[in-house]
């Protein structure tokens, strides 16, 4: 028996034949928690690989797989009626550089290049399913999202958007915005930082935040916010 100490890939975990305390049968009572969904656990507890499993689950780009990953597990009896019927697009803050002397500009162009990358490669992943073309905006990742939420609207499917490591970019950068203060400058980048990056919401809970959506992107977009996507 092996044990998959540091392995957040729920794929690679069933594949291989590790260890794996079946808690699937959980997905079902999610569904029923809502639309946004936070999970607070501390470091260790399985968050990441627990995203996995969900993307594995809801991912329709991965239905031929479905009994092959979960065949065997309690969800896999007995399935709920939206597995294998979602785009499924993942981002892990942990990827997004907090540096940067705490400058908010190059911390944002870091975040936007994170998005813009997810993007990309989600286009790539859909183009099945998506007609509609999909293009980044090369600086602006909140703009490159409404074009993508505009393209998932002209299909039958809605998005189901997991963010990892939510909190971690922003904790590092009040570390480092506030510890040490230099005179009369860093609550001036503190509130530089939160002023340029307004129209980002302050939790995974997008939903909730749709009066801070940039204007600048398509309107058509924001009006299926509620309707064509899902974030856990």
């Known amino acids: 028996m092996r044990f998959p100490y540091g392995i957040a890939d729920f794929a690679a975990l069933i594949q291989e034949g590790y260890f794996y305390v079946d808690r699937t049968d959980r997905i079902a009572l999610l569904e029923e928690a809502g639309s946004q969904l936070l999970f607070l656990r501390p470091r260790r507890f399985g968050k990441s690989l627990w995203l996995s499993t969900l993307e594995s689950y809801y991912d329709l780009a991965r239905a031929d797989d479905f009994d092959r990953l979960f ?68 600086t602006d990742g909140l703009r490159s999202f409404g074009r993508l939420l505009t393209a998932i609207s002209t299909t039958p499917y809605k998005l189901y958007l ?10 590092e950068v009040m570390v480092t915005v506030h510890s040490p203060l230099p005179a009369g400058g860093g609550w001036g980048r503190a509130s530089r930082w939160r002023r340029n990056l307004s129209p980002l919401p302050t939790s995974p809970r997008w939903g909730e935040g749709s009066e801070r959506l940039p204007t600048s992107c398509a309107d058509s977009a924001w009006t299926n916010w509620r309707r064509d996507w899902r974030v856990c």
């Open 71 to 138: 065949g065997g597990l309690k969800i896999g009896q007995n399935p709920t009626p939206l597995h294998d019927r979602y785009f499924v697009m993942r981002w892990d803050f942990s990827l997004v550089d907090p540096k940067g002397d705490a400058d908010a500009d190059a911390i944002a162009t870091s975040l936007y290049s994170h998005v813009n990358n997810a993007i990309e490669s989600f286009a790539v992943r859909y183009q099945d399913w998506i007609d509609h073309p999909i293009e980044c905006h090369p």
């Open 162 to 171: 997991l963010i990892d490591e939510y909190d971690n970019f922003a904790n």
